[in-house]
């Protein structure tokens, strides 16, 4: 970690052409040789997507509307985000992922390609969320201006071209959404999207139900949506990333729980913007049979 100005900014480099923080590519020998466990549910998404959310439903049906026990520990040591690796006392995803018992929920943001192999192996169970790209651009931007953890995103001008170039963590948006699309054919891959949750919560997750093998009545189901809308999840502290070091995440630049709303980027993106993402975007998305919405 490097400080600069207030800030400490991480430093980057490369995993196969794949931009991670310096402390994940020095870990990477031991992300890639996770062993995952047939029962263990991973939640994937890209950067911004709507993770902590998923995570928050999945948590819920697990715990049968149970708020007591879904406050029992922030998002972060409830499910190991397994790539994510800090310096000590930091819990690095990996340490937390090979302590906690089975059935193990985790989440990664590893683009297809570099998720651990024994996740295929062991044919464990994944839940991908995908936003579409301009809400996550925009979410992407503020998130990276407010988190230390995350390289410093420049103006939104310089952001919305980093993003394009996929030259941020994680690395490029669109071969991500494609990447996994691609593999949820073959894999026991459950594929959702943020505007659909938003659009109609009950019917997304009573996917994710369908996906868990889980049944539960209506009435708990009705608790789940309202303790994971966005304007509970705000004020949980369990869920909002406000317990996480001021110098680490500063809520005051922008808080983690932004706006949660599909088409906020129609406050950002110029007339030009818009036109020139769009006419880069159907070249990068050519060919894919995956569709978004930009509004609800
Ligand atoms: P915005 O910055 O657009 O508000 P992730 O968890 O993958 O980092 O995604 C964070 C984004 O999901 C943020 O988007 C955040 O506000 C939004 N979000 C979190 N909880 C939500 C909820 N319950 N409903 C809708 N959006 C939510």
Same mark, same amino acid.
């Given at each position: 970690l490097q400080l600069v100005g207030?800030?400490?900014?991480?430093?980057?480099?490369?995993?196969?052409?794949?931009?991670?923080?310096?402390?994940?590519?020095?870990?990477?020998?031991?992300?890639?040789?996770?062993?995952?466990?047939?029962?263990?549910?991973?939640?994937?998404?890209?950067? %911004? @997507? +709507?993770?902590?959310?998923?995570?928050?439903?999945? !948590?819920?049906?697990?715990?049968?509307? /149970?708020?007591?026990?879904?406050?029992?520990?922030?998002?972060?040591?409830?499910?190991?985000?397994?790539?994510?690796?800090?310096?000590?006392?930091?819990?690095?995803?990996?340490?937390?992922?090979?302590?906690?018992?089975?059935?193990?929920?985790?989440?990664?943001?590893?683009?297809?390609?570099?998720?651990?192999?024994?996740?295929?192996?062991?044919?464990?169970?994944?839940?991908?969320?995908?936003?579409?790209?301009?809400?996550?651009?925009?979410?992407?931007?503020?998130?990276?201006?407010?988190?230390?953890?995350?390289?410093?995103?420049?103006?939104?001008?310089?952001?919305?071209?980093?993003? %394009? @170039? +996929?030259?941020?963590?994680?690395?490029?948006?669109? !071969?991500?959404?494609?990447?996994?699309? /691609?593999?949820?054919?073959?894999?026991?891959?459950?594929?959702?999207?943020?505007?659909?949750?938003?659009?109609d919560p009950k019917r997304e997750?009573?996917?994710?139900?369908?996906?868990?093998?889980?049944?539960?009545?209506?009435?708990?189901?009705?608790?789940?949506?309202?303790?994971?809308?966005?304007?509970?999840?705000?004020?949980?502290?369990?869920?909002?990333?406000?317990?996480?070091?001021?110098?680490?995440?500063?809520?005051?630049?922008?808080?983690?729980?932004?706006?949660?709303?599909?088409?906020?980027?129609?406050?950002?993106?110029?007339?030009?913007?818009?036109?020139?993402?769009?006419?880069?975007?159907?070249?990068?998305?050519?060919?894919?049979?995956?569709?978004?919405?930009?509004?609800?």
């Amino acid at each position: 970690l490097q400080l600069v100005g207030k800030y400490i900014q991480p430093e980057t480099k490369e995993v196969n052409g794949i931009l991670v923080t310096k402390m994940m590519s020095e870990n990477w020998d031991n992300i890639w040789n996770f062993q995952a466990r047939p029962d263990d549910l991973l939640i994937a998404s890209y950067a %911004k @997507a +709507g993770t902590t959310w998923t995570q928050e439903i999945v !948590d819920m049906i697990q715990n049968d509307g /149970d708020v007591q026990k879904c406050q029992r520990a922030n998002t972060f040591d409830r499910h190991p985000f397994i790539e994510w690796t800090l310096p000590p006392p930091f819990n690095s995803g990996l340490d937390l992922a090979e302590k906690m018992p089975s059935p193990r929920t985790m989440k990664t943001h590893l683009p297809v390609q570099l998720l651990p192999p024994s996740f295929w192996k062991e044919n464990s169970k994944i839940i991908y969320v995908a936003r579409n790209a301009k809400d996550t651009v925009v979410s992407y931007y503020h998130f990276s201006r407010m988190s230390a953890l995350l390289p410093n995103p420049g103006t939104w001008e310089e952001f919305v071209e980093t993003f %394009k @170039a +996929g030259k941020v963590l994680w690395g490029s948006w669109y !071969d991500h959404v494609k990447g996994w699309w /691609d593999a949820k054919d073959q894999h026991r891959i459950l594929y959702i999207f943020y505007e659909d949750m938003k659009e109609d919560p009950k019917r997304e997750i009573q996917k994710i139900l369908k996906f868990l093998e889980k049944e539960i009545p209506e009435e708990i189901l009705n608790k789940i949506i309202y303790h994971t809308s966005f304007d509970v999840m705000k004020h949980n502290p369990m869920a909002n990333y406000t317990t996480f070091p001021v110098s680490f995440l500063d809520h005051s630049i922008s808080p983690f729980m932004r706006k949660g709303m599909p088409g906020d980027w129609k406050s950002h993106f110029t007339v030009t913007q818009n036109e020139e993402f769009d006419k880069d975007y159907q070249k990068k998305m050519a060919g894919s049979t995956l569709t978004f919405r930009t509004e609800i």
